[in-house]
């Protein structure tokens, strides 16, 4: 189609009906779209939806790099890893030529208007001119010491403008091999393209640089000096280089530049599975928290490594997401079930008032945060389909209400928070995005802030999550062993294997031991015989039990400590936390317990 003479279609497939291109004659096509994949086929197409057959260039074996095409549209040039440029007639898919010359990877490729002239860069760090009616190379030019990967040419193709790994930019006069650095850079450059007198740099940096480039008239940067004539052996530019007479940039400082988000590029899951730290391109270390995609601290150029051990953490939490910085930004990955395996206590997540036992299921909560807008703006069922409806549905069945086997231990906790905390806060400044794939078609990516309830491609298990309170219920459990330790008075008060949520501390479980001793008579019945254990018993507590009503033993206080692997364990660790640092098998964990005197 040409859009710019009244959507006039310039050509149409032998196989499509006159009625569907009503306003335009058949004619040559002027250009033709290009897709490339690793599979090392060309595919030029026009898109099935107007009638048109993709035409296929077959011949290529490996990855495809590089394409051009002259602007008639009756020459297309590709190159990749096989070392050769191939030359195409894109309207039939055959292959004119193979043009060989280059030791490496072609990266980049750049063919006149007329199509007489091609030139090639290669990994090889050569630049080669391509006579195409000759079907042979004509010049090389030794410029970069390392790969070039991009290609920029003056109008008359007199002049080209080159880049690559080096993080230089070389402007190189095609018949006199005179070449000057025109500028350098801190990143490998990946893509030029020349506009009027600027020279627009693309790097893997975030940021996009214009240089001054004389694009009208290239002849004035060679007499600012410091150009050199371009070997035709690559060894010899790199030689030159390595002797010490590497040439001086004409440009210290660009004259454009478009600032970009700093790209991360490592990143490392904090054992709280709530924490990220994350370091960019420009060495700059934080801390993500998930659960709220923000920054919670910016630790400046600091070593990743060293921040990393600085912020260890000994607690286990299950890993209840994936996670990529493929893109430069953090990409998390959410997938059912696994990601409601984490319940962590809402203390430790300082919510205001909540209760110390209250538990919250992490992916629960940060899918309500997620989904807040889009729950909001969704249209709400009227009072008819209600009545219609499943009464059931926003309710939620809370295990706390199901019957425990007596040698469970029980925290005591809820097990769901919907009416008690609100959800996860994510910014609205700058809102992360929402990445998902429907059944009917392919993926699609909204802001949360832009959602607006009438989004039905939302997986089911989302809506049902945000919208109801309902997600599947993994094993949080775990099963051990509780025994007297070795050498210890004290009594043995369980007969099986116990089982608790994982993220149970170790203070309910002494809590547990402190509750059975109490209310279980001693093994000889006598008080003294607790006393000798380490029990302690104080006036207040005594006087408070005998108004209940309490029996002589029932009146004292043990002091306990649990074990593992004889090692004295922290109030504040978890079942999960033992098992992972201290007990270090895939067996049931085993406990021990012991009465102490008190301090």
């Known amino acids: 189609w040409d859009l710019d003479a009244a959507i006039a279609p310039i050509a149409k497939s032998v196989d499509a009906k006159e009625d569907e291109v009503p306003n335009g004659d058949s004619g040559p096509a002027l250009s033709t779209l290009c897709n490339v994949s690793s ?53 039939t898919g055959s292959k004119n030529m193979k043009l060989r010359g280059h030791t490496d990877n072609i990266r980049a490729l750049l063919i006149d208007s007329t199509g007489r002239y091609c030139l090639s860069g290669s990994s090889d760090s050569m630049i080669r001119l391509w006579d195409l009616g000759q ?16 290609l920029a040419s003056t109008p008359s193709f007199g002049h080209v403008y080159s880049g690559g790994r080096d993080q230089s930019v ?8 005179e070449s000057v650095l ?43 000096g410091g150009s050199f004539l371009a070997g035709n052996l690559s060894f010899s530019r790199a030689r030159a280089s390595l002797e010490g007479s590497a040439p001086v940039p004409v440009y210290k400082e660009p004259s454009f530049t478009i600032p970009g988000v700093p790209a991360i590029v490592q990143h490392e899951i904090m054992n709280n599975r709530r924490h990220v730290l994350t370091k960019d391109t420009v060495g700059s270390v934080k801390l993500w928290e998930i659960t709220r995609g923000a920054v919670i601290e910016d630790f400046g150029k600091v070593s990743f490594d060293d921040k990393k051990k600085e912020l260890f953490e000994m607690v286990s939490i299950p890993a209840w997401f994936t996670m990529d910085a ?49 729950s909001k703006r969704r249209p709400k069922p009227g009072p008819h389909s209600l009545s219609n409806g499943d009464s059931s549905i926003g309710k939620d069945v809370s295990l706390k209400n199901l019957p425990h086997p007596r040698s469970d231990v029980d925290d005591g906790s809820e097990n769901h928070a919907n009416n008690v905390l609100p959800s996860f806060e994510f910014s609205t400044v700058s809102p992360p995005s929402i990445i998902t794939e429907s059944s009917s078609g392919g993926p699609w990516r ?35 062993y509780l025994h007297p330790a070795e050498g210890s008075p004290a009594p043995n008060i369980t007969q099986g294997k116990l089982s608790a949520p994982r993220i149970l501390r170790v203070l309910k479980v002494a809590n547990y031991v402190v509750e059975k001793l109490v209310l279980e008579k001693p093994l000889d019945g006598s008080p003294d015989s607790a006393f000798a254990m380490g029990l302690t018993s104080g006036t207040s507590a005594l006087d408070s039990s005998s108004r209940l009503g309490l029996k002589p033993w029932q009146k ?29 098998k895939p067996e049931d964990l085993i406990l021990n317990y012991r009465v102490v005197q008190s301090r």
């Not at 898109?47 to 020459?75: C, E, F, Q, R, W």
């Not at 079907?135 to 991009?150: G, L």
């Not at 696994?338 to 299921?361: H, M, P, R």
Request: aromatic share 8%; net charge negative.
């Open 446 to 480: 909204k802001r949360i802030t832009d959602l607006d309830g009438t989004e039905d491609d939302l997986p089911w298990w989302c809506v049902d999550c945000a919208e109801n309170g309902r997600f599947p219920k993994e094993n949080t459990k775990c099963g051990f």
């Open 182 to 224: 025109l500028c350098t850079n801190e990143h490998p450059i990946l893509q030029l393209s020349l506009q009027d007198d600027t020279i627009w740099v693309a790097t893997t940096d975030s940021s996009v640089y214009g240089w001054p480039a004389e694009g009208q008239s290239p002849q004035k940067v060679f007499q600012k």
């Open 556 to 584: 004292l206080k043990p002091s306990v400590e649990i074990l593992c692997n004889n090692q004295v364990l922290s109030p504040e660790m978890s079942l999960a936390t033992v098992r992972t640092y201290i007990w270090k």
């Open 39 to 91: 599979s090392g086929n060309i595919v030029s197409t026009n898109g099935k939806s107007h009638g048109y057959s993709p035409i296929a260039a077959k011949g290529h074996k490996d990855s495809v790099y590089a394409l051009d095409m002259n602007d008639t549209g009756t020459l297309l040039v590709s190159g990749g890893t096989e070392k050769v440029v191939r030359v195409w007639d894109p309207r």
């Open 326 to 374: 493929r893109l430069g930004c953090l990409s998390v990955h959410l997938d059912t079930p696994q990601c409601f395996s984490a319940e962590i206590y809402a203390v430790d997540l300082n919510v205001t008032g909540a209760q110390e036992d209250l538990k919250i299921n992490l992916a629960h909560e940060t899918l309500r945060g997620l989904l807040v807008h889009w």
């Open 135 to 150: 079907q042979r190379c004509v010049h090389s030019y030794a410029v970069h010491t390392d790969s070039v990967w991009a």
């Open 170 to 177: 070389y402007l190189t006069d095609l018949s006199t091999r």
